[in-house]
């Protein structure tokens, strides 16, 4: 049997993300970086069988961002 294995995860230069392992369903957490608030997309990615990160890495808004 052999366990699907992910690379290390995108990440968008306005968040942070930690990963424990890149095996099949580790999770990938991301979180704003310093400055940056308001994460937006899903915060928690998961390594899938297929060896690819579900969904898409998210972003967040600068602080002080005018509407």
């Not at 424990?20 to 308001?38: H, I, K, Q, R, V």
């Not at 060896?51 to 600068?62: A, F, L, Q, Y």
């Amino acid at each position: 049997i052999s366990i699907s294995r992910c690379d290390n995860p995108d990440a968008d230069s306005s968040t942070v993300v930690i990963v424990s392992t890149l095996t099949y369903d580790s999770l990938a957490t991301y979180t704003c970086a310093p400055g940056f608030g308001d994460i937006e997309g899903t915060a928690e990615r998961t390594c899938l069988t297929s060896g690819v990160w579900s969904g898409n890495p998210p972003t967040c808004d600068p602080f002080g961002k005018s509407p």
